[in-house]
């Protein structure tokens, strides 16, 4: 077969794959580019406005760059534990031992519940009334007395990502399990016949040669957290007093509550530039750090 063939051929295989991207992906983010520069309402009707819904973002709205700094704390808190957690647990349970894929499973499991699901479980499971987690935390001593979790823009924090630790980590760790699995045996091996004992192993074996599965963990991680809705709105409602609105949650709001499509438009396409810049940002320092 010729080189010309076999490129005609690869691309009919690509094809389907081209539609499905074409389709569900560049159309509507282009649609999505072109009501941002309208004043598209939810009910209907508009007209082009050009960039003044962009002007009003960067002139006009507080409460967008409010919600943006609380969605860049709330992913710099979470993204490091979901990484170093899920890490841990990957070392501890990567070995193909029977007990140790039954702890891998448990473990996993809460990664296939919904979201929402999983949040709803966790708002009950914080309720001072009914729930048995501040139950628990005072029976072990853990706590003096039942914690208001909701009423306290940091205790609400704190338990949000609670609920997204248990509910994502398992995602991680399968992935770090493939990657430190991957490793040639004989590397290990020969660094234990050189007395490296097992944190210098991991330090100077496992991390660098995982390094590729750090990396698209943590740009899941990040990308995941700086689009945090279900979880906020379920179990907080951007309170107390309006203090953990994500970004998502205000586009949410503006679109879909105040009607304002095309202002939740524009607000879309600066949340999704600034994630983008944002990972480009990383990808470029891990491969600059890579290539040191």
């Known amino acids: 077969m010729t080189l010309k063939n076999r ?22 983010f282009g649609q999505l580019i072109y009501t941002s520069f309208t004043d598209t309402s939810l009910l209907g009707g508009g007209k082009w406005v050009g960039l003044a819904n962009y002007t009003k973002i960067f002139f006009g ?73 501040d139950k628990a935390m005072v029976d072990l001593h853990i706590a003096s007395k039942m914690i208001v979790w909701f009423t306290n823009v940091d205790w609400a924090l704190a338990g949000v990502i609670i609920s ?3 509910k994502v980590v398992g995602f991680g760790m399968i992935l770090f399990v493939a990657a430190i699995q991957s490793i040639s045996r004989e590397v290990s091996e020969a660094s234990m016949i050189d007395g490296a004992s097992y944190w210098q192993r991991v330090q100077l074996i496992y991390l660098p040669l995982t390094a590729r599965t750090i990396l698209l963990v943590t740009l899941i ?19 107390p007093r309006g203090l953990t609105f994500t970004s998502v949650y205000w586009i949410y709001q503006n679109a879909f ?9 524009a607000l879309s396409v600066v949340l999704t530039a600034i994630i983008m810049v944002a990972a480009a940002i990383q990808i470029a320092l891990t491969a600059r750090r890579a290539t040191q």
Not at 7 to 28: D, E, K, Q, W
Not at 257 to 265: E, R, T, V, W
């Open 164 to 166: 997204v630790t248990w």
């Open 7 to 28: 490129n005609l051929l690869g691309l009919i295989y690509m094809t389907p794959a081209l539609l499905f991207v074409a389709a569900f992906v560049l159309y509507p």
């Open 221 to 239: 991680s990040a990308i995941g957290s700086m689009l945090a809705f279900e979880q906020l709105y379920i179990m907080t409602g951007g309170g």
């Open 257 to 265: 509550i105040k009607f304002q499509l095309g202002y939740g438009a």
């Open 61 to 133: 709205d507080p409460t967008f760059w409010k919600a943006l700094w609380f969605t860049v704390k709330y992913t710099l808190i979470i993204t490091p534990i979901l990484m170093i957690l899920g890490y841990l647990l990957a070392l501890l349970t990567a070995q193909n031992d029977r007990i140790l894929q039954f702890a891998r499973g448990v473990i996993f499991m809460p990664v296939v519940i919904g979201l929402g699901t999983s949040s709803l479980l966790w708002f009950w499971l914080f309720d001072q009334q009914v729930g048995l987690f």
